[in-house]
């Protein structure tokens, strides 16, 4: 059982549920505190949560001290970069399009992984899924939501949402290739904290202080975010590192988020049911994954097969 729990598919899979139920407790939290600052608090607490998790606090400064510019780094563009650009491109493209921008990340991520990870390369089996994905991605987000009439479609939004799939993707291929002078809980806990402590003095300027109380709901929203930032981004970086992991494949179990967030949304909120488009669209991406998990086998196949000669 133990070892079931630790491989790579079962916790890429937890990753990207608990990141498909962000999507909730974001619109709670944006509704009583600007994005900026609401980001902020969210990020300054995750990277708490995980502090009492360490247990050492001389390894977690000794780390911390030894890999400063690199914590400053991924802080940078994990946090700050990728948030900003994410929040400036939603505000200028209709959501259905947003979500579909976003939701082409793996392309974003293969893209890079092939040209700077030498053992990470495209290949017919890892593009079929590629574009399966997109695919059912679409379908589902054009299916749950339509353009609405006379909507504007900004180019420096969609700039912006590109961008911030690159960000993700040069993210995701530096993380994978530090070698490890640095644990992925004290990488994760230092980053998000000097990330959102960052995001929140951005914020003063540009959105004031906040000017009503918070209601419960607030802070269980606020709660739920900064957990799920702090266990989703410490798997995901956990992951990035295993020597067996390719880049690459690993985000391609990123198709899960919108098919969680769909179901989500059909067992939480009352005017949410199944239709027959996002139906369509999971069937997609559960091909894009069956295409995915065919390439492994096959792999694994010629790898034994290459061992008994």
């Not at 970069?81 to 939701?103: E, T």
């Not at 479609?153 to 993380?175: D, P």
């Not at 929203?221 to 880049?247: D, E, M, Q, Y």
């Amino acid at each position: 059982m133990k070892k079931y729990l630790s491989q790579t598919t079962f916790l890429a899979i937890i990753a990207c549920l608990l990141w498909a139920s962000a999507f909730v407790g974001v619109k709670i939290g944006l509704k009583y505190h600007s994005p900026l600052q609401f980001a902020g608090v969210r990020f300054i607490l995750a990277g708490l949560m995980l502090f009492p998790l360490i247990n050492n606090p001389g390894k977690f400064s000794k780390e911390v001290k030894e890999n400063f510019a690199y914590v400053l780094l991924i802080a940078f563009l994990q946090v700050i970069l990728q948030y900003s650009l994410f929040y400036m491109g939603v505000n200028l493209v209709p959501a259905s399009i947003s979500a579909m921008i976003v939701g082409s990340s793996p392309l974003f991520v293969a893209l890079v992984a092939h040209f700077t990870i030498s053992g990470d390369r495209m290949d017919w089996f890892k593009t079929g899924s590629i574009v399966l994905g997109i695919l059912g991605v679409a379908v589902i987000t054009l299916g749950r939501e339509t353009l609405p009439s006379g909507a504007e479609i900004t180019l420096t939004g969609v700039v912006f949402l590109l961008l911030n799939n690159l960000v993700s993707g040069i993210t995701n291929v530096i993380v994978a290739r530090k070698k490890h002078t640095i644990s992925p809980m004290v990488l994760t806990s230092s980053s998000l904290f000097i990330g959102g402590i960052s995001l929140l003095v951005i914020s003063f300027p540009l959105e004031g202080l906040p000017q009503q109380s918070f209601p419960p709901e607030y802070f269980f929203a606020l709660g739920w975010l900064s957990f799920l930032s702090a266990a989703a981004i410490t798997i995901w970086n956990t992951l990035l590192r295993r020597p067996a992991v390719k880049v690459s494949e690993l985000n391609i179990w990123k198709f899960l988020i919108p098919v969680s967030g769909a179901i989500l949304s059909w067992l939480i909120l009352p005017d949410e049911a199944p239709d027959f488009v996002s139906i369509l669209g999971m069937v997609l991406i559960a091909s894009a994954l069956l295409i995915l998990n065919l390439k492994r086998r096959i792999r694994k196949s010629s790898t034994e097969i290459t061992a008994e000669k």
